[in-house]
């Protein structure tokens, strides 16, 4: 990426596409682990709901895998996400990285569902700053281009 995209960029835009690029990499990773078995799901990361329902090894084992996935199609998401901050032209950019934000905050939200533990609790607070940077600082950098 020309470093003249980043110097139209806000510090704390930029520091929200890298986020997301931490993020990306982070989500393919875990995905793959999840995939290959090599990993099993962290209870704290599931609603109660859930926990509930996979009391068997195999009912488990078969979410474990579909969560692979699940979480590997996420980590794509945040790489476009992490691209589209930093290097967004447009309101199409904008959409995608404000959308995904949205859709990570109800996520996060649905996980918190009956539990109260500090990693979501961080999550949700950092989706929330990142969703108000973007707000406030993509419109300027949308509009007046």
Sequence with gaps: MPLLALQNRS?????????????????????????????ELNPLELSD???YRLESKNKLSSFARF????TFVVGIVQGMTAHAILAGRG????ALA???????IASVAFKLKG??????????AAYLA??????LGSTRAIFFQ
């Design 11 to 39: 510090i704390p835009l930029i520091m929200c596409g890298i986020f997301y690029a931490v993020l990306c990499i982070f989500s393919i990773v875990t995905g793959i682990m999840y995939l290959t078995a090599q990993r």
């Design 67 to 70: 969560m692979g996935g699940v």
């Design 130 to 135: 990142i969703l108000v940077i973007l707000l």
């Design 49 to 51: 709901s859930f926990v």
């Design 91 to 94: 309101l199409g950019s904008y």
């Design 115 to 124: 539990k109260i533990n500090a990693f979501p609790l961080l999550k949700l």
């Design 98 to 104: 404000v959308g995904f934000t949205l859709f990570s």
